[in-house]
């Protein structure tokens, strides 16, 4: 558990535009500069918010993201709540 | 001159995010009481306002997390890159000369670092810009958020030192807080609101009695505020610097469409008194 790694990775990308282009271009290379297992990996590959919720990652690391990404607020609580459709 | 007026708000992003989105019975109360309080802000007539706001990750990250955090510099931008807000960037005039000073007063009782690059997020911008504010500002950032933030007392000690600092300024100088009150930002949970939580803090808040939560239990202050609830932390520094002042809370309304209970609070301060 690499908790504090993957906040890294996220506070990097929500305050530094040039983080969150690779971000958006060349995750897997971004991704492997950090510290992270493989369930870190695969969460942040996926934007799984729900499981990157899950491990700990704080929530207002998370919610800024999913706007940036243009994931709409109602979305995101509903991934986060297990119940988008 | 010395300090002219104390002022407490919420931030939430909807308020100006999704301002459409509550039904206007909750919304109005909200929107009519800070434009009641940029009026009480106008005729205190300040040279400059002093704000004391959350950190949402906008400067800090927990390779160094600062309890207190005054910004230095001559000018600030804001808001940062948070695309829920709604509200035009733009430049903020800084006051260097008052906040060293004020930095070096409130290091006298409250450990507290200094910053001459600090980005203003929506926790300093969404009230600049409700309240219209051209005012030179000095922010205050208050961990609220993750790592160890201070105890709640010692949030009241900076307002204390604040206010014995901002006494012996040659300027007019107000003091807003923002933040809170309950919310679970950006959780599961959200949209849920500790009512009365809200409602008893308020209540010693304007009331001069704000004692009774300095040694708030931080699990007792989650379960019923949420994580959110932290930012009372910036209401506490307020009540400090008034010293004990009665005032009146503008509003106080749930809206859960904006994931917070929203509240806009005056503290009476010299000529502003009542």
Same mark, same amino acid.
């Given at each position: 558990?690499?908790?504090?790694?993957?906040?890294?990775?996220?506070?990097?990308?929500?305050?530094?535009?040039?983080?969150?282009?690779?971000?958006?271009?060349?995750?897997?290379?971004?991704?492997?500069?950090?510290?992270?297992?493989?369930?870190?990996?695969?969460?942040?590959?996926?934007?799984?918010?729900?499981?990157?919720?899950?491990?700990?990652?704080?929530?207002?690391?998370?919610?800024?993201?999913?706007?940036?990404?243009?994931?709409?607020?109602?979305?995101?609580?509903?991934?986060?709540?297990?119940?988008?459709? | 001159?010395?300090?002219?007026?104390?002022?407490?708000?919420?931030?939430?992003?909807?308020?100006?995010?999704?301002?459409?989105?509550?039904?206007?019975?909750?919304?109005?109360?909200?929107?009519?009481?800070?434009?009641?309080? &940029?009026? &009480?802000?106008?005729?205190?007539?300040?040279?400059?306002?002093?704000?004391?706001?959350?950190?949402?990750?906008?400067?800090?990250?927990?390779?160094?997390?600062?309890?207190?955090?005054?910004?230095?510099?001559?000018?600030?931008?804001?808001?940062?890159?948070?695309?829920?807000?709604?509200?035009?960037?733009?430049?903020?005039?800084?006051?260097?000369? #008052?906040? &060293?000073?004020?930095?070096?007063?409130?290091?006298?009782?409250?450990?507290?670092?200094?910053?001459?690059?600090?980005?203003? /997020?929506?926790?300093?911008?969404?009230?600049?810009? #409700?309240?219209?504010?051209?005012?030179?500002?000095?922010?205050?950032?208050?961990?609220?958020?993750?790592?160890?933030?201070?105890?709640?007392?010692?949030?009241?000690?900076?307002?204390?030192?604040?206010?014995?600092?901002?006494?012996?300024?040659?300027?007019?100088?107000?003091?807003?807080? @923002?933040?809170?009150?309950?919310?679970?930002?950006?959780?599961?949970?959200?949209?849920?609101?500790?009512?009365?939580?809200?409602?008893?803090?308020? /209540?010693?808040?304007?009331?001069?009695?704000?004692?009774?939560?300095?040694?708030?239990?931080?699990?007792? #202050?989650?379960?019923?505020?949420?994580?959110?609830?932290?930012?009372?932390?910036?209401?506490?520094?307020?009540?400090?610097?008034?010293?004990?002042?009665?005032?009146?809370?503008?509003?106080?309304?749930?809206?859960?469409?904006?994931? @917070?209970?929203?509240?806009?609070?005056?503290?009476?301060?010299?000529? @502003?008194?009542?």
């Amino acid at each position: 558990m690499s908790l504090y790694e993957v906040q890294k990775l996220l506070f990097h990308v929500n305050r530094e535009p040039k983080v969150l282009n690779r971000f958006l271009g060349e995750r897997e290379t971004l991704i492997a500069e950090y510290r992270l297992t493989q369930e870190e990996q695969c969460a942040l590959l996926e934007t799984d918010f729900r499981s990157l919720y899950e491990m700990g990652v704080h929530s207002l690391l998370l919610g800024p993201l999913a706007a940036t990404l243009g994931v709409s607020f109602p979305d995101y609580l509903a991934i986060l709540r297990g119940n988008q459709t | 001159m010395s300090l002219v007026g104390a002022f407490a708000a919420s931030h939430a992003p909807g308020i100006t995010g999704r301002p459409s989105l509550p039904p206007a019975v909750e919304s109005e109360p909200i929107f009519r009481a800070y434009e009641a309080l &940029r009026n &009480r802000l106008e005729a205190a007539r300040p040279d400059v306002l002093v704000v004391v706001s959350p950190e949402h990750w906008a400067n800090f990250f927990l390779d160094n997390m600062p309890s207190f955090c005054i910004g230095i510099a001559e000018e600030f931008l804001g808001p940062t890159d948070e695309k829920f807000v709604n509200i035009p960037r733009r430049g903020i005039r800084g006051h260097a000369r #008052l906040a &060293r000073v004020l930095a070096e007063g409130i290091a006298e009782e409250v450990d507290l670092s200094t910053s001459q690059e600090m980005a203003l /997020d929506h926790g300093v911008m969404l009230p600049l810009h #409700l309240l219209q504010s051209e005012l030179p500002a000095i922010p205050i950032i208050v961990n609220c958020l993750a790592g160890m933030p201070a105890p709640l007392h010692r949030c009241h000690a900076l307002g204390v030192a604040i206010r014995r600092t901002v006494d012996r300024w040659r300027e007019r100088v107000a003091l807003l807080g @923002t933040g809170g009150l309950s919310h679970w930002p950006a959780m599961p949970e959200s949209g849920q609101i500790g009512i009365d939580f809200d409602r008893r803090f308020l /209540d010693a808040f304007v009331n001069g009695r704000i004692e009774s939560f300095l040694r708030y239990p931080k699990e007792k #202050l989650e379960a019923e505020a949420g994580p959110g609830g932290h930012e009372i932390r910036t209401w506490i520094t307020i009540a400090g610097a008034a010293n004990g002042a009665q005032g009146s809370l503008l509003a106080y309304q749930p809206v859960p469409a904006w994931s @917070t209970g929203c509240a806009v609070a005056v503290l009476p301060i010299g000529e @502003t008194a009542r």
